[in-house]
């Protein structure tokens, strides 16, 4: 006779893209009596006596009585207001109404009694407006010590603050996404604002469907009221339902009174469902928005893309010098040339070499850095001929000099360096030491630090390889130099060429190839592709077996047909 | 067609000398790219650190561009800009940085420079503020004119950018 009882009564979220108007509940108390436990257990016995081919049918004991004493199925609407017998009571007098709420809902009592009465009994609702929301004993959940158990707790600050901002939905300040253009900052806050605003609070507005859980003959007893379920929404499309829907399983369970009566609670969704043909009606809708959107933004640009010929592999380079650290004299600047090997050509119209300005610098930490910010970029074609196939891919380069110039115009060469594309696209930060030729003896130093002069290098290519070099071994014996400060740049690379567009697809292909055999690996492969297989086969064997009998009968008869024409013949 | 998203932040700036620090940005690309939303260009609040001496901002930086060429690719401009206790508002720096092409999440640190005068215009501007400024900041992008300048190192400004690409692949960029 125990029935087992649904104890999960916490809140359930959904989310919703449909009005929240359309939303209807039905929500059904029963109440568990010994008669009422006692007649359904008969009725269970008297079915399953006439299921076995019992030969009397009994009429079955009914509970007698008024059946609506002991419960109520009831579906109700978003915030549609039902009123509960000590709410008609309280209303029907005028005097006792102060708000034009109150007032409104004197009206109405007054024309249901005209009418033939309200259609809901025990079941009763809050929506709201209604000025009990804000007392019910659901709200002492913000006290700890219904969290605890301690007898005595009292309200921590944060849940103080928190209280005050139920459902008064009217008086809390929506801030808008745009910028606002009055004031941004409140100079005087009150203490409303300071409330309502340093806790986080969504703008709920709340339904609670109550019942009237007394004996029936004593309705409208405030005592007897008893939440049963919770419904708040916010703007935006979030549900949230404490106690969840039963979906089939076991009703809740509520205890009410001295006597610890015992009520069964079930609550459904009874919305109506959207039908098919408006779903696919609003999908297509939805549909055509979004291509006319794309349409939209294509027309903005268009549809095609700089492509580089056939063959030729486009090598995009954004760089920026970013600064210089570590060298001798102050007031640094950057001279910088780029050369491309052969096979590779340039766009007319960039230059290929440029000068920063001329920096102080400034200490950080224990060297003086100067900072550049200079922004360059160069783009640059790669066409493959037959002749240099054999040999390696030669990458472009950029040289630099760092010189430094003081107000007494004295120039000085502080240092020589030199950086090669990067072969791999992405992002770069590359920081390159420099050196510069030294010559030994005290009268180039002197003259270094008196007048400003100082040995430069005739061809800049020969801080890597000199451009005049053909030969296997590169030799600098007998070239002084001495180390001096380094250059940090950032480079961005970017390649482009026809080649990879095939190749880009492939891979993607084979991506999706891989994926869709449901592993990443070699091995998952192989044995997935082998289960597939094996899949296949049985079912080819299945079908096989289950060909229709008459197939192959009249094959067979086929056979002796034509072996009767053959002899025949 | 192909498309860029740019999603960050300017996050703050240090290494200045002063604290009470705003920046104006903005980004600049080549004819080929279109703005399709989000803000060109922008200035953040005044921020006085109270602890430590980097200024923040958290200002956030989303755009969202569309190009039919891969020249000109985006570059993010800086002022940072220095507001003292009597409302004057002094040049602190420039910086300049390029968009990053590859996606992903990239930490940016864009170095900046100040125009420098006279010893004399220097040691005016130590006591009264002031001090030179670019007549248009645009001039710089081709570098061509930049030689001419006298500039002294200030401080770093850093970025967090999220780059995300669409339909490049489709055209054969690696990036």
Known sequence: ?569 | MAELHIIGQIVGASGFPESCLFCKWGVHTGAAWRLLSGLREGQTQVDLPQIGEMAYWSHPIDLHYATKGLQGWPSLHLQVWHQDSFGRSELCGYGYCHVPSSPGHHRISCATWRPLGTWQEQLVQKFIGGGHQLRKPDLIYSGADRYRLNTEAMGTVELELDIILRHFDKYGVNS
């Not at chain 1, 939303?23 to 299921?51: F, G, N, P, W, Y």
């Not at chain 1, 969704?269 to 959207?274: F, G, K, P």
């Not at chain 1, 349409?295 to 640009?301: A, M, Q």
């Not at chain 1, 030799?475 to 880009?504: I, K, P, W, Y």
């Open chain 1, 1 to 569: 006779m125990t029935d087992c009882w649904n104890t999960d009564n916490g809140e359930a979220v959904f989310r919703t893209r449909d009005m929240v108007k359309n939303l209807r509940i039905k929500v059904r108390v029963e109440k568990v009596t010994s008669t009422a436990a006692l007649s359904q257990h008969l009725q269970h016995q008297v079915l399953s006596q006439q299921q076995d081919g019992g030969a009397i049918e009994l009429q079955t004991l009914t509970s007698q009585g008024h059946k609506g004493d002991n419960e109520e199925e009831l579906v109700v609407g978003w915030q549609e207001k039902l009123f509960s017998q000590y709410e008609m009571e309280l209303f029907e007098n005028e005097a006792s109404c102060q708000t034009p709420l109150e007032r409104q809902y004197h009206l109405e009592v007054k024309a249901l009694k005209k009418a033939r009465g309200r259609r809901n009994r025990r079941i009763f609702t809050y929506t709201d407006h209604d000025r009990y929301t804000n007392s019910l004993p659901f709200n002492q959940l913000q006290y700890s010590s219904i969290l605890l158990n301690t007898s005595k707790s009292w309200p921590t600050f944060l849940a103080e603050r928190m209280t005050s901002l139920r459902q008064r939905g009217q008086d809390q300040q929506k801030i808008d996404c745009g910028v606002p253009k009055a004031k941004i900052i409140n100079w005087e806050p009150t203490e409303e604002f300071v409330r309502n605003t340093h806790v986080v609070n969504n703008v709920m507005q709340t339904m609670h469907i109550m019942a009237d859980l007394g004996p029936p003959e004593k309705l409208g007893q405030k005592e007897n009221e008893c939440l049963l379920v919770t419904i708040k929404t916010d703007g935006s499309g979030t549900v949230i339902v404490k106690p969840d829907f039963n979906k089939g399983r076991e009703p809740y369970r509520i205890v009410t009174g001295e006597k610890k009566e015992v009520w069964r609670l079930t609550v459904e969704n009874a919305s109506t469902v959207m039908k098919p043909e408006q779903k696919d009606r609003e999908q297509n809708i939805y549909r055509d928005l979004y291509t006319q959107h794309m349409d939209y933004l294509n027309s903005l640009v268009g549809q095609d893309f700089e492509m580089p010929p056939v063959g030729v592999l486009r090598y995009l380079l954004n760089g920026e010098i970013v600064s210089a650290k570590g060298f001798e004299y102050d007031n640094l600047y950057i001279h910088f040339t780029i050369e491309l090997p052969t096979n590779w050509s340039g766009s007319p119209n960039q230059s290929l070499s440029g000068v920063t300005h001329t920096c102080r610098t400034k200490p950080m930490g224990k060297e003086d850095v100067a900072f550049f910010s200079h922004l360059f970029s160069c783009e640059a074609s790669y066409t493959c001929d037959k002749e240099s196939e054999g040999t390696l891919l030669q990458w472009p380069v950029l040289y630099f000099k760092v010189l430094s110039l003081d107000s007494w115009q004295r120039c000085r060469t502080e240092g020589y360096g030199y950086l090669l594309f990067p072969a791999i696209p992405g992002k770069h930060t590359i920081t390159c030491h420099t050196w510069r030729p030294l010559q030994t003896g005290t009268v180039s130093a002197l003259r270094r630090f008196f007048i400003g002069g100082s040995p430069e290098l005739e061809d800049i290519s020969y801080v890597r390889i000199p451009g005049t070099f053909k030969g296997e071994r590169l030799s600098r014996f007998g070239f002084c130099s001495e180390t001096t400060g380094n250059v940090t740049f950032n480079l961005h690379c970017m390649q482009q060429a026809r080649s990879f567009v095939d190749a880009n697809m492939l891979r993607k292909k084979r991506q999706r190839v891989l994926n869709q055999l449901g592993g990443f690996s070699q091995q998952g492969a192989v044995s997935s592709v082998q289960e597939a297989f094996q899949k296949a086969r049985k079912k080819m064997q299945e079908a096989q077996e289950n060909l229709p009998k008459d197939l192959i009968s009249s094959t067979s008869q086929l056979q002796i047909e034509l072996s009767s024409q053959l002899k025949t013949i």
